[in-house]
């Protein structure tokens, strides 16, 4: 069998062309972006880009970021960081605002390097951020605006002493 280990994954710039038999098709990846990418209030996208939001404030410079990891982020210093969204407002068509929750359950970490997960349930990380798309007018709404976001920062170990009851959501 070939070899079979973890690709090693470089950050893409948008226009990268798709081709058929060598030959350039008149279509990118900034346009394969546009078309995927663009519901940011979408739950999983908006997860994304809280991620994205926290990388970029803390200045953690890993190019690309790893679907499925035990954590989202993890800082040069080594300190591990999970990364929890939620939003009033969502793209599809609502009776009410949303309720707000974070899951928290402890979970087994699945690791991308030895594709195995750990035998230990638990809360991976060190800190959690809890990131809150607090805006509710959806004629106005744009994740872009970081005005429009409320930013909660807890240590695990906080977090573990508080919610005895460890599959509880907050």
């Known amino acids: 069998m070939a070899n079979l280990k973890a690709i090693n994954i470089e950050a893409k710039r948008g226009n990268e062309s798709f081709s058929f038999q060598s030959h350039e098709l008149n279509f990118n990846l900034t346009d ?14 908006r997860g994304v880009l809280a991620e994205y939001i926290v990388r970029q404030d803390l200045g953690i410079k890993k190019s690309t ?19 929890k969204s939620a939003a009033y407002l969502q793209s599809w068509k609502q009776n009410n605002l949303s309720q707000i929750s974070f899951n928290i ?12 997960y750990s035998t230990e349930t638990k809360r991976q990380s060190d800190y959690y951020v809890f990131c809150l798309l ?37």
Do not use: C, M
């Open 32 to 45: 394969f972006w546009s078309w995927s990418q663009s519901d940011l209030l979408n739950n999983t996208l």
């Open 65 to 83: 970021r790893t679907e499925w990891d035990a954590y989202d982020l993890e800082t040069k210093n080594g300190i591990k960081i999970e990364i």
């Open 105 to 116: 359950a402890p979970t087994k970490g699945w690791n991308a390097e030895t594709n195995e």
């Open 134 to 170: 607090h805006h509710k007018d959806k004629s106005t709404v744009d994740p872009t605006k970081l005005e429009q976001w409320t930013f909660y920062v807890l240590q695990t170990h906080i977090l573990n002493k508080l919610k005895k009851n460890r599959n509880e959501s907050v």
